[in-house]
């Protein structure tokens, strides 16, 4: 194949690029960490191919991080830590269970709830599965919910957190395809809330069908006031962080700033933490931001090594000798993210992913903002699917109720949620309505 970056170099994709994938798969089989496979990757296609010199790795890692918005990053997911340790979590529960007050399936509703307030916060699935689920389970279970189900119901929830903003996929997916974060952001909000709504409607339905909840609160607006007043504090977070950036106050990372610091603020005052806990804070955040950063400073020098295969043009070349029908483009794409959601964590899948979809996507004429939200809601599916299905194993650690007992209950929230993504990969206005200057 000829290579216009080099025109020197004749390119055969079945060695310099299948000999390093099929390396790339073994070393996932084997358990090795995402961000040295992706390395090794890196390496070896570059090393065969000569397309680009193998000095750039060093300054193509360092660029990979050197990037004022991955500051948020950590920011959001010491938030979310700090949201769990003062009780602040709890308070928006109880915020959440008051407002859904009445309805027969007011807790199970007050669970999707919290998680998209958590997910405003924190950015991270597994934070919210884990936070929520610790806080609503066996509560869940004391309403009639079976366990499995209660469990799926949390998981499902949880896949808010990387869809509804602020959310780190959407910080990483701006990053790697040079795109505002804040952009995506309030691109993200409906399409973010649509996914939120369907869970709960689809647990409503199931609700309704099996007789789960067994009891309900009845509506009681002087109970959403008193909630609201009491748990006043910890809708101020939120509030910053999406006020500021909707606004154009601030960044997403001076939000991520602010909120961290107002949460310890009110941890501190209202005497919910100490100073004792904040190396227990940072060194679990840290661990959290060690998985992810590391892949993404080895997704630089790989989305090169791609490009210098010609990677993009030739999967668009070969898609559309396929089929140049738009719609069958589209589902063909929303199938392999989420087959590949299944299989990888997110944030790998993004960076190998995007780079390479996103060129199939503008050949059809879909904007990029558009192509990026049917992106991680197509990937957020996997958090809920085996094989990989993180909130899955988040939910199961913490109650010992077996994945695929958990996997089976999901299964309705699945098919919620892809009914979502379909309409995001064909209904532009859902993610391009707050932004004019695209036309659709």
Known sequence: MYNYLNPEVTLDWGWELGGPLLIGVIMFALGVPVWAVLGVISVLILELSGALPLSLLGEALFDGIDAFALIAIPLFILTGDVLVRTGLSRKLLDIAEALTGGAKSGFGTATVLVCGFF?????SDAAGAAGVGRMTIDRLVEQGYP??????????GACTGILIPPSIAYIIIGLVLGISAS?????????????????????????????????????????IITAIYVGRYALIVPVIILGGIYSGVFTPTEAAAIAVITTIIIGLWQKTISLSEFPA???????????????????????????????PQGFVYMVTDITDDPTMIILLMISILILAGCVMETTP?????????????QEIGMADIQFCIMMITALGVGFITPPLGLNLFVVSGLT????????????????????????????????????????Y
Request: net charge positive.
């Open 119 to 123: 997910a405003c916060i924190s950015g």
């Open 147 to 156: 366990r499995p189900y209660a469990c799926a119901l949390v998981a499902a």
């Open 183 to 223: 952009t995506l952001f309030l691109a993200a909000l409906v399409p973010g809330l649509l996914v939120m709504g369907c869970i709960m409607v689809c647990n409503i339905i199931l609700n309704l069908t099996h007789g789960f909840e067994n009891a309900g609160g009845g509506f009681s607006l002087r109970r």
């Open 281 to 311: 804070m940072l060194a679990s955040s840290a661990k959290v931001n060690g998985v992810i950063l590391p892949i993404i400073a080895f997704s630089l020098p790989l989305a090169q090594a791609l490009a210098a295969l010609e990677v």
């Open 349 to 361: 899948n993004i960076v190998i992913l995007a780079p390479i979809m996103l060129p199939l996507a």
């Open 400 to 439: 010992g109720t077996p994945i695929l007992g958990i996997a089976r209950n999901a299964v309705p929230f699945v098919l919620a949620m892809l009914s979502v993504v379909l309409l995001l990969g064909f209904v532009p206005e859902l993610s391009l309505w707050a932004l004019p200057s695209y036309s």
